[in-house]
């Protein structure tokens, strides 16, 4: 997401490197193409200008302080408007209540459904009972596809009765969370291909049923501009407490969300960026504007992997490779626990430093190597005997030639995997000594 935006932004404010101090002319001449790189984005008109106006103010004058460059300067004002522009602080969802009570909205193609059934898997995987409820009385297709993410989530589902309007089964569901004591209750509203009357009315006349102290868009990224005035009017027609921003993978330049927060003054709660259900982020306002400026997310790295590594299995690990007794199995459980954490292309954007920062293309092809090198080492290890894992340095060519026949690959593949697995060895090894050395240092320094 944001690729073409960050590339450029990256690109113009690289440019300002070796000036001894802001001045008009050579912030004036950056900013004019971090305008142009926001109108490309997609960037609404006036959000654009406003932005653009607000980071020239706070450069103009300003002394460069100690080491700090122009280029450091200006990026972090950069930075920190763009953090403003997309929200400034992180927003939650308002989980208070008997039951706490959501109700998505949108157009048609939003992905209000498939945002239900990430939510609903996110708080139940955080302890909470929650109830999905289809509300979508005119397109039987949503009313089933709920089902089928309920049932993938293992929570449960109230369906529309024959004959039931949308305020009644509004009133229906209300009463029955109640009643049975759930902790959340997700109302997944009809949409229509435009915000219309009738839309506006079942909505107002089901959120009187309902009084959901949440009321969310979940708006398109990919849209574009029309993303803006889709916001403008549910806000008018219905008012909304936050948004979901879905399909930022599938938008390049990003614009939408850099605009509809400035234009409705409406929070962004959480991103999607991806079929998956764990394809849904809570948005971080700065953390989203580091990530632009190519500066990485590591918090948002390390808070991910807190969620899938098995900690337990990780201090083991740690213990094994202090004794340089790692083996195949061990390797095995790391490729696992890196597919956990998402597709590569995502860790990379999470990742600080020039190296990471490709082209979209470029950043494409190296997470597709790194996946298809990952699935490839997968089926070698699974491939191996018990006994063969734990041994990797006795499987012979014999060995190596049964394990390549056994998964598809050839015998290159198999020495490519066994050699890779050595060179951790060996890191692991001058790892040891090094710390071997700073230790004898301490100890020498604090005679």
């Known amino acids: 997401m944001f690729d073409n935006l960050s590339n450029a932004l990256q690109k113009t404010l690289k440019n300002l490197r070796g000036f001894g101090k802001l001045n008009e002319k050579n912030v004036k001449d950056a900013l004019r193409e971090v305008r142009m790189a926001l109108l490309e984005a997609d960037v609404n008109y006036k959000v654009a200008r406003d932005f653009v106006q607000r980071v020239q103010e706070a450069c103009l004058g300003e002394e460069v302080l100690g080491s700090v460059t122009p280029g450091q300067q200006m990026v972090k004002r950069v930075h920190d408007e763009l953090a403003a522009l997309l929200g400034g602080a992180h927003a939650e969802f308002d989980l208070t209540g008997s039951p706490a009570s959501v109700m998505l909205m949108g157009i048609h193609g939003s992905g209000k459904t498939t945002s239900a059934g990430k939510l609903a898997y996110r708080w139940k995987k955080g302890g909470r009972r929650v109830l999905l409820v289809a509300c979508d009385i005119r397109r039987p297709a949503a009313v089933e596809q709920l089902t089928i993410l309920a049932g993938q989530v293992g929570c449960d589902i109230l369906r529309p009765e024959p004959g039931e309007s949308v305020p009644q089964l509004g009133r229906r569901a209300a009463a029955a969370a109640r009643a049975s004591g759930y902790d959340v209750v997700v109302y997944d509203t009809g949409g229509r291909f435009q915000v219309d009357d009738e839309l506006v009315g079942e909505l107002k006349a089901f959120g009187a049923e309902t009084r959901p102290r949440n009321t969310v868009l979940v708006l398109d990224a990919a849209i574009g501009q029309e993303s803006v005035h889709v916001a403008e009017a549910f806000r008018e027609a219905v008012g909304l407490t936050g948004m979901i921003l879905t399909k930022l993978d599938g938008d390049a330049r990003g614009g939408a969300a850099l605009s509809v927060h400035a234009v409705t003054g409406c929070p962004i709660l959480m991103a999607g960026s991806g079929e998956k259900l764990e394809d849904l982020e809570p948005f971080h306002p700065d953390r989203m504007a580091s990530r632009i400026l190519g500066m990485g997310d590591v918090v948002s790295f390390v808070e991910k992997a807190q969620d899938v590594v098995d900690q337990e299995a990780a201090l083991k690990l740690q213990e094994k490779l202090a004794k340089n007794q790692l083996d195949l199995e061990d390797f ?29 293309k470029q950043k494409e092809a190296v997470a597709s190597a790194s ?8 089926s070698i290890i699974q491939s191996m005997t018990p006994w063969e894992r734990r041994n990797p340095k006795q ?5 190596r030639l049964r394990i390549a026949a056994g998964c598809g690959r050839n015998l290159a593949d198999v020495n490519q995997l066994l050699k890779r697995f050595e060179q951790m060895g060996k890191m692991s090894k001058q790892f ?9 240092m301490r100890k020498f320094t604090t005679k």
């Not at 626990?337 to 990742?351: A, E, S």
């Open 395 to 399: 499987i012979d060519r014999p060995r």
């Open 332 to 360: 095995l459980g790391q490729i696992q626990q890196m597919k956990k954490l998402g597709p590569m292309g995502k860790l990379f954007d999470m990742m600080p430093g020039e190296a990471l920062k490709l082209d979209p």
């Open 371 to 378: 996946e298809l090198e990952m699935r490839k080492f997968e």
């Open 432 to 440: 040891k000594k090094l710390e071997k050395r700073l230790r004898h």
